[in-house]
């Protein structure tokens, strides 16, 4: 509740989304995405979250604009589902990447999804990005190690679009075996590498990115979004040959670590230089032009 407070006190993230909707209203640009705001200040993101699904609901699931979701009964992930719209979803729709005060949109710049490429979703939560992946045409590969999400979100997204297909392994620097913390209240902040969180541990299977393409034939990797609560430096020490044989298209998290911007940045040049690399919110972008 405290940071909730904080949040729409100057200075807090909220506050700065209020301050650029007036500014917007001054110069009578209001946009679908200062109403959101609007609603996220005054009474809330689950609220906000309701407020989109009632929008876009269609018979038993959601279609904005041609990305198909299921419909949530987690109040946490309906707040999520509000944020990652704004995001991520916002952007590709109305091609507005302006007033963007959160951790950014996937698909920017050189970073984009063609038809049939071959896309790795790290982190696929309830599969948001997966749906958006394949609505632009994309071969889905959806890792999500954590049984409770898949089971009552991922499986759900999946059936509802083409070509996702779900994987249940955490993408890490070993193929084996690690420890996750696993948050009920918030479960898509699970997390192999943030010690110290609340929630229970469980035991998930690990594997490479570069063992998994070999193991399973795949043809090629041409694009790697990664949110995966620190974990983003293991995936990519484990998808060395990867970077290096297909030089995939990168849109990776960059805000939970400190020192995240820096490793990874590293572990991508270290496995291929001729990556071009730009930051941006709270993401690193990266490609290697053709």
Same mark, same amino acid.
Request: proline content about 4%.
């Given at each position: 509740?405290? #940071?909730?407070?904080?949040?729409?006190?100057?200075?807090?993230?909220?506050?700065?989304?209020?301050?650029?909707?007036?500014?917007?209203?001054?110069?009578?640009?209001?946009?679908?995405?200062?109403?959101?705001?609007?609603?996220?200040?005054?009474?809330?993101?689950?609220?906000?979250?309701?407020?989109?699904?009632?929008?876009?609901?269609? &018979?038993?699931?959601?279609?904005? &604009?041609?990305?198909?979701?299921?419909?949530?009964?987690?109040?946490?992930?309906?707040?999520?589902?509000? $944020? #990652?719209?704004?995001?991520?979803?916002?952007?590709?729709?109305?091609?507005?990447?302006?007033?963007?005060?959160?951790?950014?949109?996937?698909?920017?710049?050189?970073?984009?999804?063609?038809?049939?490429?071959?896309?790795?979703?790290?982190?696929?939560?309830?599969?948001?990005? @997966?749906?958006?992946? @394949?609505?632009?045409?994309?071969?889905?590969?959806?890792?999500?190690?954590?049984? !409770?999400?898949?089971?009552?979100?991922? !499986?759900?997204?999946?059936?509802?679009?083409?070509?996702?297909?779900?994987?249940? +392994?955490?993408?890490?620097?070993?193929?084996?075996?690690?420890?996750?913390?696993?948050?009920?209240?918030?479960?898509?902040?699970?997390?192999?590498?943030?010690?110290?969180?609340?929630?229970?541990?469980?035991?998930?299977?690990?594997?490479?990115?570069?063992?998994?393409?070999?193991?399973?034939?795949?043809?090629?990797?041409?694009?790697?979004?990664?949110?995966? !609560?620190?974990?983003?430096?293991?995936? +990519?020490?484990?998808?060395?040959?990867?970077?290096? $044989?297909?030089?995939?298209?990168?849109?990776?998290?960059?805000?939970?670590?400190?020192?995240?911007?820096?490793?990874? $940045?590293?572990?991508?040049?270290?496995?291929?230089?001729?990556?071009?690399?730009?930051?941006?919110?709270?993401?690193?972008?990266?490609?290697?032009?053709?």
């Amino acid at each position: 509740m405290l #940071e909730k407070i904080k949040a729409r006190l100057p200075g807090g993230i909220y506050f700065q989304d209020l301050m650029k909707v007036f500014s917007d209203a001054l110069k009578k640009k209001i946009t679908v995405r200062d109403k959101y705001l609007l609603e996220i200040f005054f009474v809330g993101s689950y609220y906000a979250g309701n407020s989109l699904s009632k929008l876009y609901r269609e &018979n038993n699931h959601l279609n904005i &604009n041609g990305i198909l979701l299921p419909i949530l009964t987690d109040n946490i992930l309906k707040g999520n589902l509000i $944020t #990652e719209f704004l995001d991520f979803i916002y952007p590709y729709l109305y091609n507005d990447y302006s007033n963007n005060n959160g951790e950014g949109p996937y698909l920017y710049h050189q970073v984009q999804i063609q038809k049939d490429d071959i896309v790795i979703d790290a982190g696929a939560n309830m599969g948001m990005f @997966s749906a958006l992946a @394949s609505h632009l045409g994309g071969i889905v590969y959806a890792f999500e190690p954590v049984k !409770e999400i898949r089971e009552k979100y991922l !499986e759900k997204t999946a059936q509802l679009n083409h070509d996702i297909n779900i994987v249940p +392994l955490a993408l890490s620097n070993k193929t084996g075996i690690a420890e996750i913390y696993v948050n009920s209240n918030n479960l898509g902040g699970s997390s192999i590498m943030l010690q110290g969180q609340s929630g229970t541990k469980e035991i998930i299977p690990t594997i490479t990115l570069d063992d998994w393409v070999k193991q399973n034939n795949i043809p090629k990797v041409n694009f790697i979004k990664a949110d995966i !609560e620190g974990a983003e430096r293991l995936m +990519l020490e484990g998808a060395h040959w990867v970077l290096k $044989t297909y030089a995939p298209k990168l849109a990776i998290c960059t805000y939970h670590l400190p020192d995240d911007k820096e490793v990874l $940045t590293n572990l991508i040049l270290q496995a291929n230089p001729n990556y071009k690399i730009e930051y941006a919110w709270k993401k690193l972008y990266a490609w290697v032009e053709k």
